[in-house]
């Protein structure tokens, strides 16, 4: 036989060598392309590290090399360096530990906290040589799990009441201040909806108002009735706030005091924020609910005629969004302020909530004041507003209006009818008005349009009086005239008798200077009459009532005849009965 030359190593242990450094290698390559919360290593019984990878530097700031120089500094103090020690003794006497975790200084000095996982390596033989081991970066959880026990101590130990429901209302949280307000346990509110605290102490339209705000705004805040587990209803202040969860979608968290006498309110106190605003001190709903039906009985009670205009900022929305919240309730204030100079002292002005506000008219003529009132609201919201930090805003607003009895007899159902004609306002451009009815509505624009051409024709000097002879049938001879205006309206192209515009001056109080008018140019034509020596006697004015009752009317006469040298018997003033025994005056014009 031929003789086998012997390398003396065999051929399959060679082969089982070369496979598991190839093992090993693609192991390495695999370790070493990992980022991000892991990093591995390996230490042999002495404590040297033979091994970390490159995965250290994501987590800790030294490469390789650099952690196995400085690994005992990395550590944040002796007793923890004692404990690792010890652990490691145990991992290499063949104890398999259990996962620890410890805090390590990062290369810039912050800490870091890491979990570890080690088994022992053992030999051949079964002698622990090494530890192997993987940190795990667990910084940002210690810090989550420390931002939420702070948290879950602040939602715990407050003393307002803390609600969370989700998008439909249902009850997921509640604190333990909101069980003590409430007398409810946590475990009798969650799942339940929110509804079952209501007081009824406000209607559909509270509720309504309140949830537009929150749905535009994504907040709410202002006084609100609820009802303990006991029945007793109770005062509090509310805020409801949308918190948006990208996985979870919306939710809403409830912050509440209760304002209760018990809790530092006098009765006065309490009663006043039940039917008050915070914000514009102005009547709240539930007020403006029992004023109107007051109201609505006494104008049925004693014949007479209201109205109902619901009022919003056209562009609030866009103050709130563009410069908070503390700037769009500055304008509300400032915005409910103007309103209420633009109204008579007996007028009801409330606010709704959010930019909402309705005011209620007493007593008007017909459904044209209503209207005046409503242009002069909409002019006066026109005008600039000037806010805290320089901020220089234009809002307007538009107007719905109802009239009742005409339009309905019950509160709510005016107040609606007045909201569904705003919403007609709306539609035709903002920054107007619009009735319940259209018809209202066209007749009131025909007024203003009227009133608009009145004026113009009083600056432009398109009036001119006629003179209707007065002859005496007795002695058959001309002895006076009778002055009657008429109106040569330029953008009607002809003659409009008095009859057509003399109401609406009268009720506009256009009247006053027309009639001023009327009385210098008759005087002036009596005096040019008198220098040609036509043989009059007298000339004739009808006089308005407003004019009669101006405290000056007397002395007006007297410097008009003074100065076209007219004597006094020669003016006659001509005031009929029946506008004497009217209340000629509007109180919205005056």
Known sequence: MPHRHHTGIPAEKTALESALRESEAKYQRLIDGLRGEYFFYRHDASGVFTYVSATVQDILGYTPQQYRVHYADTLTAAPVNKAVIERTQRGLSGIRQPPYEIEVFHKDGSVRHLAIFESPVADEQGQTVAIEGIAHDITQRKRDAENLSLTEAVFNCTHEGIVVTDAQGIILRINPAAETITGYRADELVGKNMRMNKSDRHDREF???????????????????????????????????????????????????????????????????????????????????????????????????????????????????????????????????????????????????????????????????????????????????????????????????????????????????????????????????????????????????????LRRGLERDEFELYYQPLVSVKHNRLVGVEALIRWHCSRRSEIVLPNSFIPLAEETGIIAPLGDWVLRTACAQMRNWLNDGLPLQTISINVSPRQFHRPDFVEQVRNTLTRYAVPPSCLELEITESTLLKDATSPHLE
């Not at 919003?312 to 969004?321: M, S």
């Open 207 to 453: 509720y309504q108002s309140m949830w537009k705000s929150i749905t535009e705004t994504g907040f709410w805040q202002g006084e609100i009735w609820n009802r303990r587990k006991s029945g007793e209803i109770y005062p509090e202040w509310l805020t409801i706030s949308a918190a948006t969860c990208s996985q979870r979608g919306t939710h809403y968290i409830g912050i509440f005091t209760d304002i209760s006498q018990g809790n530092g309110r006098s009765a006065t106190d309490i009663e006043h924020l039940a039917h008050y605003d915070a914000l514009t001190d102005l009547p709240n709903r539930l007020l403006l609910l029992s004023h109107l039906a007051h109201a609505v009985e006494r104008a049925k009670r004693n014949s007479l005629r209201g109205a109902v205009l619901f009022l919003d900022l056209d562009r609030f929305k866009n103050v709130n969004d563009s410069l908070g919240h503390a700037a769009g309730d500055q304008l509300l204030v400032l915005a409910s302020q103007r309103m209420r100079g633009r109204l008579r002292e007996a007028d009801f002005l409330a606010r709704l909530g959010g930019d909402e506000f309705v005011i209620v008219l007493e007593d008007i003529t017909n459904p044209t004041d209503a209207a005046d009132v409503a242009q002069a609201l909409v002019n006066a919201l026109s005008q600039s507003f000037h806010l805290a930090g320089e901020h220089e805003v234009y809002v307007g607003c538009s107007v719905g209006i109802s009239i009742f009895p005409d339009d309905g007899e019950k509160a709510d159902e005016l107040i609606q009818h007045a909201d569904n004609a705003l919403y007609l306002a709306k539609g035709n451009g903002r920054g107007t008005y619009s009735f319940y009815l259209e018809s209202l509505t066209r007749q009131a624009n025909e007024r203003l349009s009227m009133e608009a051409l």
